[in-house]
């Protein structure tokens, strides 16, 4: 049996105003008063009616994410802090999968007119400017990734050309200086790939490292197989890395398999380096040194960008948000380590 405000307030000696008070963390109410009350809520095991509550102020208590492939370690992760993140904010979060296109992006940016949800958080791949100009839902967006589209809406990025230089600096800093760039994606230039392509190339250039072409690879997807198959291409072509700096951590891990049916070891003739930080990274025979985009920082001000909208604690203006990143490093160029 569901138990009601009623009986709350009938536990704790106290009217059911008060009881409103204290569920709804309202200031003025005496650290006695709320202690009492919150003794008899959970007494009674008392559960707010999160869905008459939104109802309340106008809203469905719903917050879309939509993310280009559910299956990618990174986008579920990243899901699940977004989860976690909009339950603090007594939120419930909807996955929708677009598969990075256009079309279906479209779809989940103009889809939400009937006020199903309160506001949308969007990784788009292939969205255009013109699209996102034409939207007339007026329910919060809040976008991710590194596409930019000097539009009113909050976008919340990493510094993906400063992560690549990191992580390319760490190879360099180890001796190696034919590196290989794994995952280039061809006619891309908003995306990621790009971006840490260009950072792979500033960082040689640092170094004073002739930048070689013939070292980049690129990849139709983001798996474990795009890698395995562009580490193959590059060591049949001849051409011989001493390191590999990979797009992500699958196409990493990928690269590693074709290393080790090759003979070659990890990292004594190629050292690699991945991106994203999934949970495999940290579980292979051999581990993978990894640049850890902060997830969780990612999650949690996208949450507080909707929900600061729909609060009315933001202006109309766009802001441009950077988490941090970390270069955690692991066996993949450090090797194994005395036990």
Known sequence: MSVSLRDVAERAGVSVKTVSNVVNDFPHVTPAMRARVQRAIDELGYRPNLTARHLRKGRTGLIALAIPELGNAYFAELAAAVIDAA???????LLDHTQGRREQEIQVCQGFSARVMDGLILSPLELEPEDL??????????????????????HI??????????????????????????????????????????GWQAELAAWGVPVDEALVATTQGWDHEDGS?????????????DAVFAYNDLIAIGAMRVLFERGLRVPEDIAVVGFD????????????????????????LAVESVVGRLAGGQDGSSRELQPGFTLVERESTLGRRAR
């Open 133 to 154: 100009a034409a939207r007339t839902d007026q329910a919060p967006l809040v976008l991710l990734g590194e596409r930019r589209y000097d539009l009113p809406y909050d």
């Open 87 to 93: 339950a603090r904010h007594e939120y419930t979060v």
């Open 229 to 241: 198959v562009a580490m193959a291409h590059l060591l049949d072509s001849g051409e011989r890395p």
């Open 157 to 198: 990025a990493i510094d993906n050309i400063a992560a690549a230089r990191a992580a390319v600096r760490h190879l360099l800093a180890l001796g190696r200086r034919r590196i290989a760039f794994l995952g280039a994606r061809q006619n891309r230039t908003h995306q990621p790939a790009h971006l840490r392509l260009v």
């Open 277 to 300: 930080d999934i949970t495999e990274s940290r579980y292979g025979a051999v581990s993978l040194t990894t640049v850890a985009p902060d997830k969780q920082a990612i999650a949690r």
